[in-house]
């Protein structure tokens, strides 16, 4: 790719606001041939899939996958015109073999997960991902699936409730925030994600009500997190699709990793260790790589972004 070219697509993409994450780490670590096969497990709005198929010629291959069918629309629209052959599937990247095979791809060149929820996703009041605007208790990544937040929090038990934000979201305070959320249904269904913002500072110790706005994440935050991960079933997925990920590679095809919170990095760093301990893959960074201070500056969300590398042994 020219740096005339990654010039023009950084325009670009600052324009329509959306910055994919440490973009630059991600292509550099990829080392994918020009005429490589490349599989983007969360293609979102194709950001990086975009700047993958700048460095590819027509003999290239990009198969982009993900659950968001709106998203999907949009990366469509955006990776039209490229060089090289683009399917786009409407999948779970817990599924990439079954795709794969659908598509009758052996192997590829490399492969990327971007773990991250994007703006488009958390700016929609309607998707229900973000306690800052108010809309409904969804959090369904795949529109199709059934079972939402708002079903979780008004159906499961205490107790339920209370794991759920100790395992998904390391919520110090879980036991008194899953009492006060099945209190407080008994009244009336927690409906809308200011509900759930202002029952979560409800619950808080007195000490913590007045203060909140001293600490650096808002006290809803890993609440939000938790009923994310668990509606869409996140950490289970993501221990299924690294093996996928591995077996799908050539030899010498590498793996990136974008997470953004510990329950994540934590899974992928012991499935790379222990799939590197067993010689199926080579670990090319020990420890994870971090957005630089620039990047950070342009875009907030990558702050809490962690990169990990591995390469398909031989």
């Known amino acids: 790719m020219t740096a005339f070219s990654i010039h023009q697509r950084e325009e670009?993409?600052?324009?329509?606001?959306?910055?994919?994450?440490?973009?630059?780490?991600?292509?550099?670590?990829l080392r994918l041939p020009v005429d490589g096969c490349f599989v983007d497990g969360t293609v979102g709005?194709?950001?990086?899939?975009?700047?993958?198929?700048?460095?590819?010629?027509?003999?290239?291959?990009?198969?982009?996958?993900?659950?968001?069918?709106?998203?999907?629309?949009?990366?469509?629209?955006?990776l039209k015109g490229f060089k090289p052959q683009t399917t786009l599937v409407h999948d779970d990247f817990r599924n990439m073999d079954n795709v794969l095979d659908s598509?009758?791809?052996?192997?590829?060149?490399?492969?990327?997960?971007?773990?991250?929820?994007?703006?488009?996703?958390?700016?929609?009041?309607?998707?229900?991902?973000?306690?800052?605007?108010?809309?409904p208790l969804d959090m369904r990544m795949d529109q199709s699936g059934w079972l939402s937040a708002y079903d979780l929090i008004n159906s499961l038990s205490e107790r339920e409730i209370s794991m759920i934000l100790r395992n998904y979201g390391?919520?110090?305070?879980?036991?008194?925030?899953a009492n006060y959320l099945v209190t407080h249904r008994t009244q009336h269904p927690i409906e809308s994600t200011g509900e759930l913002r202002d029952a979560v500072l409800k619950a808080m110790p007195h000490r913590y009500k007045h203060h909140y706005k001293r600490q650096k994440i808002h006290p809803a935050t890993r609440t939000f997190q938790a009923f994310r991960i668990a509606v869409n079933r996140e950490l289970e997925a993501l221990?299924?699709?690294?093996?996928?990920?591995?077996a799908s590679l050539k030899v010498g095809g590498r793996l990136c990793v974008l997470s953004?919170?510990?329950?994540?990095?934590?899974?992928?760093?012991?499935?790379?260790?222990?799939?590197?301990?067993?010689?199926?893959?080579?670990?090319?960074?020990k420890k994870p790589l971090r957005p630089t201070d620039e990047e950070i500056k342009e875009n907030p969300r990558a702050r809490s972004a962690r990169l990990r590398v591995a390469e398909k042994a031989g």
Not at 239 to 246: H, N, P
């Open 12 to 29: 670009n993409m600052t324009k329509v606001g959306h910055i994919p994450v440490m973009y630059r780490e991600v292509l550099e670590y």
């Open 45 to 78: 709005l194709g950001g990086h899939s975009s700047l993958v198929a700048e460095s590819l010629s027509e003999n290239g291959r990009i198969i982009g996958i993900d659950r968001d069918e709106e998203a999907l629309k949009i990366a469509d629209e955006k």
């Open 103 to 135: 598509l009758g791809i052996e192997k590829v060149d490399g492969v990327l997960l971007d773990l991250g929820i994007s703006s488009f996703q958390l700016n929609n009041p309607q998707r229900g991902f973000s306690f800052q605007v108010d809309g």
């Open 170 to 177: 390391e919520e110090r305070f879980h036991n008194r925030i």
């Open 239 to 246: 221990e299924i699709v690294l093996d996928k990920c591995i």
């Open 260 to 285: 953004f919170h510990s329950l994540e990095d934590r899974i992928v760093k012991h499935h790379l260790r222990n799939a590197a301990k067993a010689k199926k893959i080579d670990l090319i960074v």
